[in-house]
C-alpha cells in the first residue's frame, strides 16, 4: 500500500451530484470567483467537515477532485483543486476560459454569447445570425451541457450540432457545463457570469420560433432524428421505489417476465437485494451507503437506456435527491419512469417474511426505512400502485398497459 496523500488529510469523503462537482469545476477553472449558492450538504458530512480541514468531492470512480472548506458565511464554501477533472459529457471538447478569452480578442472586437439548450429552429437561427452582421459582432454559440439542461438532446448531440453550426458560419463555440440553478434569477446571474469568462461582452437568449416557423435547422434536424428513435426503439428506465415488502421487486418481476414473453422488447431486471449481494456487497445502510447503491443502479440502468433496452429497478430508494439525479442520468439518453408502489407501511410490516421490521422496531437493525430511516415518497411518480388492494398480475397489468399507451412497445406481431 502507497502513502497516505497528505493533501487529503482531515477532509471529509463525499460524492456528491453532478450538478456541485459542475459548479466546483467552474471555480478552479476560473469561470466564476467563487460557489454561487448554498450546496447540499448532508449533516453529517458538514458536521464532520467542520471538525476536520473540509470536504474531499469525488467524482464518479471516487477520485478527490476538488476541496471544500467551510467560509465564514454559514452554510458557504470555499474550493480549490485537488487532481484533475475527469468526467461529465464532451471532456475532450471543452475549453478553458482563458484560451477561448484569447482566441475571441484575436479577432472580432466584440462578441456576444448565445447560450444553446435545445434544437434550434432555421429561423432561429437565421435570427442570430443576421443580428451579428448588423451588429457587426462575433456570435460566441455556448452549447450548455451542465446538469439540469437537458431539453431534446443529449449533451454529446447538442455539442456537435452547435459545433457544426458555427463552423458553417464562422463563429465560436464551447460546450460549457453550468448547471442550472433553480432560482432563476440566480440561474442567469450565473450564466452571465461564466459567458463574461470566456470573453463575451454580454448574453443574449434566443427569442423562440414563431408559429410558421418550427422547422429544425439542418444540423439540429439531424441529431435530433439520431438522439430520438421511436418509442418502441427507445430505452426506458422503469424505476420502482417503495418500502421493504411493498411488492415492488414482485411487481418489477412479474413485469421483466411479461416483457420478455411478448418478446418486442429487451428487458434486463435490476432488483434491489440482488445488486446488493453482487454489486453492492460490504456497503452498510448508512445515508452515504444507500445512495451509493442507488447510484450504481442508476449507472448500470443508463447505460442499458443508452443502448436502447428496458432497465427495470427495484430498489427501497428512500431518498428524493438522489432518485432525482439517476432521472437525470436516464434523461440524457431515453426515458425514465417512476413507478411508487405505495403500499402503507402496517400492510407491508404484516408481510415481513424476513423478520425485518420486527427486528427495527426492537432497535436491532439501525437506519430501517419506514422505522427509523425516512422514506421520501415521490410526488412526481408516473404511476402509484397499493398492493393492498391489487394482486401481482393486476399490478403487473398497470404498468404493461403504462408502456402501451406511451408506445415503449411497439406494434403487436
Known amino acids: 500500500m502507497g502513502e497516505p496523500d497528505p493533501t487529503l488529510t482531515g477532509l471529509a469523503p463525499w460524492h456528491p451530484p453532478r450538478e456541485v462537482l459542475e459548479l466546483a469545476e467552474l471555480v478552479v477553472s476560473g469561470a ?48 480549490g483543486p485537488l487532481r484533475p477533472f475527469a468526467h461529465g459529457p464532451v471532456r475532450g471538447a471543452r475549453r478553458a476560459p482563458a484560451e477561448v478569452r484569447a482566441e475571441l480578442a484575436r479577432t472580432e472586437p466584440c462578441w456576444i454569447a448565445v447560450p444553446v439548450t435545445r434544437a434550434l429552429t432555421t429561423a432561429e437561427v437565421e435570427g442570430v445570425v443576421s443580428a451579428a452582421r448588423s451588429g457587426r459582432y462575433g456570435v460566441l454559440w455556448l452549447a450548455m451541457v451542465g446538469s439540469g439542461r437537458r431539453a431534446d438532446l443529449p449533451p454529446e448531440a447538442l455539442w456537435r450540432a452547435v459545433r457544426d453550426l458555427a463552423a458553417a458560419d464562422g463563429a465560436v463555440a464551447v460546450p460549457i457545463a453550468v448547471p442550472r440553478l433553480a432560482d432563476r434569477d440566480s440561474d442567469a446571474a450565473l450564466v ?28 439540429f434536424a439531424r441529431e435530433l432524428r439520431r438522439a430520438l428513435p421511436p418509442p418502441e426503439r427507445r430505452g426506458v428506465t422503469l424505476f420502482f421505489t417503495g418500502l421493504s415488502g411493498s411488492g415492488k421487486s414482485t411487481v418489477a418481476k412479474a413485469v421483466a417476465d411479461a416483457i420478455s414473453e411478448d418478446g418486442r422488447r429487451r428487458v434486463s431486471l435490476l432488483d434491489g437485494d440482488e445488486v446488493r449481494r453482487l454489486l453492492s456487497a460490504g456497503l452498510g445502510y448508512s445515508r452515504a451507503d444507500r445512495d451509493l447503491n442507488i447510484r450504481r443502479i442508476g449507472y448500470l440502468a443508463t447505460e442499458v437506456t443508452r443502448h436502447g433496452g428496458i432497465a427495470i429497478c427495484a430498489p427501497i430508494a428512500p431518498f428524493a435527491q438522489v432518485r432525482e439525479e439517476v432521472r437525470s442520468w436516464v434523461a440524457e439518453v431515453g426515458d425514465f419512469v417512476l413507478v411508487h408502489v405505495c403500499t402503507p407501511l402496517e400492510v407491508c410490516e404484516r408481510r415481513d417474511r424476513k423478520g425485518l421490521y420486527a427486528k427495527a422496531r426492537q432497535g436491532l437493525i439501525p437506519d430501517f426505512t419506514g422505522i427509523s430511516s425516512p422514506y421520501e415518497a415521490p410526488t412526481d411518480a408516473d404511476l402509484s400502485l397499493d398492493t393492498s388492494g391489487l394482486s401481482v398480475p393486476e399490478a403487473a397489468a398497470r404498468v404493461m398497459a403504462l408502456l402501451e399507451q406511451r408506445g415503449y412497445l411497439g406494434t403487436a406481431g
Open 32 to 79: 466564476i470567483d467563487a460557489l454561487p449558492t448554498e450546496l447540499p450538504v448532508p449533516a453529517d458530512v458538514a458536521l464532520e467537515a467542520r471538525s476536520g480541514a473540509g470536504i474531499a468531492l469525488e467524482d464518479a470512480e471516487g477520485t478527490p477532485v476538488a476541496a471544500l472548506r467551510p467560509a465564514e458565511t454559514p452554510g458557504r464554501w470555499s474550493v
Open 192 to 219: 452571465r457570469a461564466v459567458a463574461a469568462a470566456y470573453g463575451a461582452a454580454e448574453v443574449r437568449a434566443v427569442p423562440g420560433p414563431t408559429v410558421g416557423d418550427a422547422a429544425a435547422h439542418p444540423v
